[in-house]
């Protein structure tokens, strides 16, 4: 039997092809009694990023920790790519772990009455995050066609920051080179996206190289850099054995140097949200809002406190119906009670279907949401089988998802869609696997 490590590199090394046979070895191992089945709960997470975006974990590894933790159904949603998608698919039919697919990107409220404010991107006022939910098996092509021309305009704007990043880091001996340091830690090769994150990532690298982990990357964050360290994360850099290491520094980059060397995304590489709207009524995916709230005490006190869509939010959720924005996707770990109670109201009033999903792009962090055991969060639960549901029924019926005009018309009431579409995710599920 394999160890833990082994095991990590079988599902994160080489192909995929490679990655997707360990993962049906791993399992033939579990049928045979040479390996412990871990036990599913009803823990759902619908939004796990891969190495097609930015995070540790390939599709095949993604399937392979969110079935050891225990998770019911596993959501893959990366950056403005859903290349990951087949090989996560296959993966959770091996593992026989319940899968849906997605794509996050940044739209632009530019035409809308929101343009001049902080929406739910905490680095760029009048563009919001928003997630392509459930797409159907049969749509990938026409999603990353769609794709393609934004996903080459933020290249060239990752490109333009490694260089200002580079500026930053030469003085001080260190070089960033976009095509040596960057471009190989993602998988834009195979249709990935790179992000901010991959240069922080890189950047965290050369320190490290230089350094090596423990104290003397530290000095060098604070007494060279200039870099303002909260009290955890010096002492997560002052531990040389410290396995995170890199992921750790990237984090603190990301509050103390991005902002110094940020480009805006401009209308080149962030789709209007009427455009992402109709794209996704016409291939059949539920387009979600992703809500943010503001954030005062935060309740995982790991952001600073500003301002978001709160104070509005009234307003922005009627623009989104008006849109034919189907869902809203919410953390319960992320709000207070007060602000998850507002949104569900106001979701539950103008038809917005609410899923869920703890983005994980770190190996810090734990893809089970204990907040969402909460049983007043039953909804959510139900919604990421529903989104099941939608996945399957689409991906066999054009015009058979959830929020379908087809759909509505025979089934008006959300709460009755959603516990239709919910058995036959349950349904499908236990004929498919």
């Known amino acids: 039997m394999m160890t833990h490590t082994e095991t990590a590199a079988q599902v994160t090394g080489g192909s995929a092809a490679a990655r997707l046979r360990a993962i049906q070895a791993l399992r033939a191992e579990e049928d045979r009694g040479e390996r412990p089945r871990p036990e599913t709960g009803t823990d759902v997470n619908g939004h796990i990023h891969t190495t097609y975006s930015f995070s540790p974990y390939t599709p095949s590894g993604a399937v392979w920790a969110a079935r050891q933790a225990g998770l019911a159904t596993a959501g893959l949603m990366d950056h403005d790519s859903i290349a990951g998608a087949p090989e996560f698919l296959e993966a959770a039919r091996i593992a026989g772990?319940?899968?849906?697919?997605?794509?996050?990107?940044?739209?632009?409220?530019?035409?809308?009455?929101?343009?001049?404010r902080r929406i739910n991107n905490p680095d760029q006022v009048g563009v919001a995050y928003m997630a392509l939910h459930g797409v159907p098996h049969d749509r990938f092509f026409a999603l990353t066609n769609w794709m393609r021309p934004y996903r080459a305009a933020r290249m060239a704007r990752s490109r333009r920051m490694t260089a200002g990043l580079c500026a930053l880091l030469a003085p001080h001996g260190l070089t960033l080179d976009f095509d040596r340091d960057v471009w190989p830690l993602s998988q834009a090769e195979w249709g990935g996206s790179v992000t901010e994150r991959h240069i922080l990532y890189a950047a965290a690298r050369a320190v490290t190289s230089?350094?090596?982990?423990?104290?003397?990357?530290?000095?060098?964050?604070?007494?060279?850099?200039?870099?303002t360290v909260p009290d955890k994360t010096r002492q997560a850099l002052a531990d040389g054995e410290n396995p995170y290491y890199d992921y750790d520094l990237l984090g603190l980059f990301k509050t103390e140097l991005l902002p110094l060397v940020f480009i805006p995304a401009g209308p080149e590489e962030c789709p209007p949200a009427a455009e992402a709207a109709a794209l996704a009524r016409r291939h059949d995916i539920l387009l979600a809002y992703a809500y943010l709230g503001?954030?005062?005490?935060?309740?995982?006190?790991?952001?600073?406190?500003?301002?978001?869509?709160?104070?509005?939010?009234?307003e922005l959720f009627d623009s989104l119906a008006a849109l034919g924005v189907a869902a809203v996707t919410y953390m319960p770990s992320r709000n207070t009670a007060f602000q998850l109670d507002r949104v569900r109201a106001?979701?539950?009033?103008?038809?917005?279907?609410?899923?869920?999903?703890?983005?994980?792009?770190?190996?810090?962090?734990?893809?089970?949401?204990?907040?969402?055991?909460?049983?007043?969060?039953?909804?959510?639960?139900?919604?990421?089988?529903?989104?099941?549901?939608?996945?399957?029924?689409?991906?066999?019926?054009?015009?058979?998802?959830?929020?379908?005009?087809?759909?509505?018309?025979r089934c008006p009431n959300l709460s009755d869609r959603v516990a239709a579409f919910k058995a036959y995710g349950l349904d499908s599920m236990t004929s498919h696997f």
């Not at 772990?97 to 001049?116: H, K, N, Q, Y």
Request: aromatic share 8%.
């Open 346 to 409: 106001l979701c539950d009033a103008r038809g917005l279907f609410q899923i869920s999903g703890e983005d994980i792009n770190s190996p810090r962090q734990n893809f089970i949401c204990e907040a969402l055991r909460d049983p007043k969060y039953q909804n959510l639960r139900d919604g990421a089988w529903a989104l099941i549901g939608h996945e399957s029924r689409a991906t066999l019926v054009h015009g058979g998802g959830l929020a379908s005009p087809e759909t509505v018309a």
């Open 210 to 227: 230089r350094f090596g982990a423990g104290p003397d990357a530290l000095a060098f964050a604070v007494d060279t850099l200039g870099l």
């Open 97 to 116: 772990l319940p899968a849906t697919v997605g794509m996050e990107c940044r739209v632009s409220f530019a035409d809308t009455p929101f343009a001049g």
């Open 294 to 314: 503001d954030v005062g005490d935060s309740p995982t006190g790991d952001k600073r406190a500003q301002t978001f869509e709160d104070g509005y939010l009234e």
